[in-house]
């Protein structure tokens, strides 16, 4: 009995071809959301690739960028300020004037004591 061979070489090929060309579509993927400036997550790079989100999760360098970029897209939101309302604006204003005006005041106290140790030390020479 001969036993046969199975010739996979261009199964492998194919297998290895389609697997690129979802990394290269996942990749595109990617940096249209980023540049878009929409949110990037497991889940919407899975439903815009046409991809599992566990082979995102498996292919580790497509991980590693995604996780990356959720990251900063969080810290970027957390840093954003929300918008303050005229009133807090006011309050703010009047508090800083009064803080002007209170170190304004201690400068020429500073001043005036700086002349007068100046004047005594004129005094001893």
Known sequence: MVKQVRN????VRLAREKSKQTRENVDK????LSLEGKTINFNTV?????????????ESETRRRIESLRKQQITSNAISKPK???????A???????RIKELEEENIKLKNQIQKLYGDLYNKE
């Open 8 to 11: 996979t070489k261009e199964i």
């Open 29 to 32: 993927v990617i940096s249209r």
């Open 92 to 98: 703010l204003i009047k508090t800083l004037k009064t």
């Open 46 to 58: 899975a439903k815009e690739a046409g991809v599992s989100k566990s082979w995102l999760y498996k």
């Open 84 to 90: 303050k309302s005229s009133r807090s604006e006011e």
